[in-house]
């Protein structure tokens, strides 16, 4: 195969897709707007699915690196009532399938794996056309252009190639997270420490909730959640550490101050993030010569499917690629009549997920789908 492919976004599903191409020997370029791997950091932990995530993960050749990522005991889980109280408290027996691991280690062994030059950094894509035949042209915040035969969008929620095929956008869920941090947390912040526990915690009520997990040490990473308009947000000043702050511990009065500490006590400024998704069942005709994968093809509200469908997207068109490295239509077709369905899928039970999570029997309903779930075979 001559086709030289073209991704654009170095997240997970973007780097995985080029790794695949590589065990195959097809060629791929990555564009990335970030400046260089360290210019972010890269999101706290993620939990690698032995159904999706840990499947691309084989095809990449990297499942021994990824093992030795592994934290060992954060698939612990706890849930917690408002007041502090333990409603179900579950270990980690090391049997569990979803192993957790640092994104931002996850994304260092992707990128080691691939030659050298295969990311460009500092590419920022301004504009997307196409130019006949199955060609598309791209143009960088730089002014520089390329123009290729096979360009795949694994630039997220935003992404810059989607219109090329969809004029679906995202649209806000109704809710949004705010990030917090606790650093030291079983020296500075023992009873916050002792209630989240080894893995991670839940603390939900209809409409908001509290979610931390133990990261790497003893590093508490929360998500503090609230079922709000974009409008309530946009009177807060996050720009105003303590004022965001207090305003949104206000939402939690009467909490356990073990629970609230995570807002309260946060080591980094408030991080406000919205919740966006694009419509259950985005599909779109096929286009020739371009394609979409991850967040770019189906976002939706975190469900802890996100980061392992943009993998095992990119495993698999990369896969799909290799299979009929002649003929690039058919396998953008094969790929994407898979990629359809497994979208929808996820974000249907996504959707069914946030009502356990944030519904009017919340945290009870989540408690009682967890418990039916461990019992099934």
């Known amino acids: 195969m001559t086709t030289h492919v073209t991704i654009i ?25 970030e400046a260089s791997p360290t210019a972010r950091a890269q999101g706290g932990m993620v939990d690698i ?5 840990q499947l691309a993960l084989q ?32 270990a980690d027996d090391g049997t569990g399938g979803r192993p957790e691991v640092l994104r931002g ?3 260092r062994i992707l990128l080691g794996s691939l030659p050298a030059g295969t990311v460009r ?17 791209v143009t960088f915040a730089d002014g520089t252009t390329l123009v290729t035969s096979l360009l795949v969008g694994a630039d997220g929620a935003w992404s810059r190639v989607r219109p090329m ?22 020296t500075r912040h023992p009873a916050t420490a002792k209630a989240v526990g080894g893995g991670s915690l839940f603390a939900l009520a209809p409409g908001k909730g509290i979610q931390a997990h133990r990261e790497s040490g003893d590093t508490l990473h929360a998500y503090v959640a609230l079922t709000e308009p974009q409008d309530w947000f946009a009177a807060i000043d996050f720009t105003d550490a303590a004022e965001a702050t207090a305003r949104i511990a206000k939402e939690f009065d009467g909490w356990a101050p073990e629970l609230t500490a995570l807002i309260t006590d946060s080591d980094t400024a408030p991080v406000l993030r919205p919740l966006h998704g694009l419509p259950i069942g985005h599909r779109w005709d096929r286009v020739p010569g371009v394609t979409l994968l991850g967040d770019a093809a189906h976002l939706s509200a975190p469900n802890g499917e996100g980061a392992n469908l943009a993998m095992y997207d990119g495993a698999e068109l990369g896969k799909a690629i290799a299979a009929h490295p002649d003929d690039v239509e058919v396998a953008l077709t094969e790929y994407e009549q898979a990629m359809f369905p497994r979208g929808t899928e996820a974000a249907t039970e996504g959707t069914q997920l946030n009502e356990f999570l944030f ?19």
């Open 9 to 33: 976004g170095a997240g997970l599903g973007g780097l995985t897709l080029a790794r695949v191409l590589h065990v195959h020997g097809i060629p791929a370029t990555v564009y990335e707007a």
């Open 49 to 53: 699915h032995d159904y999706n995530g």
């Open 59 to 90: 095809a990449a050749g990297l499942i021994d690196e990824f093992r030795s990522l592994i934290l060992e005991g954060r698939q612990a889980i706890r849930f917690l009532d408002r007041d502090g109280t333990v409603l179900l408290d579950k």
């Open 105 to 107: 280690e996850l994304r």
């Open 121 to 137: 950094w500092g590419h920022k894509v301004s504009d997307v056309h196409a130019v006949g035949e199955g060609r598309h042209e």
């Open 165 to 186: 095929l969809s004029d679906a956008t995202p649209e806000y869920v109704g809710r949004s997270f705010i990030e917090t941090y606790l650093f030291d947390s079983d």
């Open 359 to 377: 519904g009017d029997n919340a945290p009870h309903s989540l408690i009682t789908a967890f418990i039916e779930n461990e019992q099934t075979p």
